[in-house]
């Protein structure tokens, strides 16, 4: 799936998204008499990222505890298209439980007021844990 976002606050090129933002905060003081005074910031933001990140080492401290084999063991299942019989019949290896691979997040709406959420993952570039 791919997503494009037409704004002014985002420009593509062939190597990279970048998208502007306005953090807009507060700053609070309190004066001798203990009088607060409020005033609103704005503060600029520039983000970037790469459109096609490359490869990724992981060093996994601590592989022989629980987290780190589970991870592996994960990776590996779904790489290799694992499956296993159960008394419910054929289980596949999948990524449910992934934040980033197994989440989707509301997008917006059409103009018949259709909610479309989308895969997290195919929002921002990710590597592909298969990979």
Known sequence: M???VNSNTV???DDTITSSYNYQTTEVTRDAEGKLSVTPKDMPLM???KRNPGKVGLMLV???GNNGSTCT???IANKNKMTWETKNGTQASNYFGSVTQASTIRMGQTADFE???VPLKSVVPMVDPNE
């Open 2 to 4: 791919s997503i494009r």
């Open 62 to 64: 601590g592989w022989g």
């Open 47 to 49: 983000f970037r990222t």
């Open 73 to 75: 063991a994960a990776i």
């Open 11 to 13: 420009q593509y090129s």
């Open 115 to 117: 909610e479309i959420f």
